[in-house]
């Protein structure tokens, strides 16, 4: 579905992705791992767009996209709920949600994704004319995600969906993303929570300095030795 070749990303004369490479394939949840620094952002920008990568190619369903602006990646299909969750406070809930719609290919399909949305998050649909940023993380964490699915995505990004949450709202969270993945939608989940991302994830990549250090399967990379001493402390 995605595929990252060689893929090397500059900040002026600052390198922060060498040489990337990595596959997302169709119907999965992934996981793209790291420590701060590690080049997750980088590697999500570079994909939506958001900056470009000086070398590499990168391809969604065989298209290559490294060249494309955001809004034309977004017509394709590539959606990203950012970190920090980035609403609009001082509009309501609904508001935010019809902003997700606004591209061509999601307006035809408006009423029933908000339709699935209010169902995955009913507090959503209960506080709808409620500024966003009158929410609590948690709800606001979900509202970030219906706006992503109000896009109709082919492939959902969701960076640090951890961030700032309590533990018991991110496991809320994770389960919602499987259900959200059994309806067929693929999932790019960025995240510094290894051992969460990796227990609700088909395949994962870890990072290090803007490299690929591991990718497998999740369930055997979680007992890798390297990953469980960097980055659970085991």
């Known amino acids: ?64 996209i490294q060249k494309l602006d955001p809004h034309e990646i977004v017509e394709e299909g590539i959606i990203q709920v950012p970190e920090g969750r980035k609403l609009f406070n001082y509009m309501s809930i609904e508001e935010n949600l019809e902003l997700g719609a606004y591209s061509k290919r999601a307006k035809k399909d408006y009423k029933k994704n908000l339709r699935m949305v209010y169902d995955l998050f009913p507090i959503l649909e209960e506080r709808k004319k409620q500024f966003a940023g009158e929410m609590s993380g948690g709800q606001q964490q979900m509202c970030a995600i219906g706006r992503g699915l109000m896009a109709n995505p082919k492939l959902l990004i969701i960076d640090e969906l951890s961030l700032g949450l309590a533990p ?42 803007g490299r690929l250090a591991l990718s497998g399967e999740a369930s055997k990379l979680i007992n890798e030795p390297h990953l469980k ?3 659970l402390g085991m």
Request: net charge neutral; proline share 0%.
């Open 168 to 209: 018991i709202l991110v496991q809320k969270l994770l389960k919602a993303l499987v259900e959200i993945n059994k309806t067929g939608l693929t999932i790019l989940l960025v995240e510094q929570n290894v051992q969460q991302s990796l227990a609700i994830s088909k395949e994962a990549f870890v990072l290090e300095n």
């Open 229 to 231: 001493k960097a980055y």
């Open 1 to 64: 579905m995605l595929k990252l070749e060689n893929v090397n990303l500059f900040y002026g004369e600052i390198q922060a992705l060498w040489n990337l490479s990595l596959e997302v394939k169709e119907g999965q949840i992934v996981a793209l791992l790291g420590a701060n620094a590690a080049g997750k952002s980088s590697t999500i920008n570079a994909i939506s767009g958001l900056e470009k990568a000086q070398s590499g190619r990168i391809t969604f369903f065989g298209k290559e």
